[in-house]
């Protein structure tokens, strides 16, 4: 079965300085992809990146970016010039494609609570 | 931000008694999704469907049922709520089984 771990529970940042979510998942599927989502104090889940296991790039969305490391099964989360606004808890998140019987398709970690300090 | 919707968003509830939870999408995406979202959990699936009368079990799916009738709508029904369903539960929409987009939780408490 496939497991995503989120070994920070917590953890802070000055406003504009750079910080790194780390995520590191288990599968023995090859075809999958994997997700960051933040969740505001609003609850509302919110994509922020995500990433295809075939692709070798790394996926970049403004200050968001992944460090994705197929063969460690690693997937880091680094914002930089972090705002107050991105103050939120954030889950990583793996998919594959199709269901299985007996399976599901999206598996979450247990969250990282970023606080941006002002 | 898609179009999809919970009902209630707060309840409060006594155990034994049945709840059910609504979600309204207007995107006409074919996935629906239930979740449940516990403190050093994540979210855990608790059921899906993949199309009008057609669901499946996720990961944490005892004690609850669920229907679709209509495309736009997903119901979560608890038959006889208990205080372990005390939880935050998000519906999810997805076009295509892939990214999925979420509605804004409801959150039950079962006393």
Not at chain 1, 16 to 23: D, K, M, N, P, R
Not at chain 1, 49 to 72: C, H, L, M, P
Not at chain 2, 35 to 49: A, E, V
């Amino acid at each position: 079965a496939q497991t995503v771990t989120q070994s920070q529970p917590e953890m802070s940042v000055q406003e504009a300085e750079t910080v790194t979510l780390s995520c590191t998942y288990d599968t023995s599927e090859s075809n999958y992809y994997l997700f960051w989502y933040k969740q505001p104090p609003s609850r509302q889940m919110i994509l922020v990146i995500r990433q295809e296991a075939y692709k070798q790039q790394n996926a970049t969305e403004n200050r968001f970016s992944v460090n994705f490391q197929k063969a460690a099964k690693s997937f880091s989360l680094k914002i930089s010039d972090s705002q107050l606004g991105d103050t939120a808890m954030y889950f990583c998140a793996f998919m594959k494609p199709k269901f299985t019987s007996g399976t599901y398709k999206y598996i979450f970690g247990t969250g990282t609570r970023l606080k941006v300090l002002a | 931000d898609a179009g999809i919707t919970q009902s209630p968003r707060h309840k409060v509830t006594e155990t034994g008694t049945p709840v059910t939870l609504r979600c309204h999408q207007t995107e006409n995406h074919r996935y629906m999704y239930w979740y449940r979202q516990d403190p050093g959990h994540g979210l855990r699936l608790i059921h899906y469907s993949y199309g009008v009368k057609d669901t499946d079990k996720g990961e944490v799916s005892d004690g609850y049922s669920v229907s679709r009738s209509k495309t736009e709508d997903f119901l979560l029904t608890l038959e006889s709520a208990t205080s372990s369903q005390t939880s935050v539960y998000f519906c999810a929409i997805s076009p295509d089984n892939n990214e999925q987009f979420f509605g804004p939780g409801t959150r039950l408490t079962v006393l």
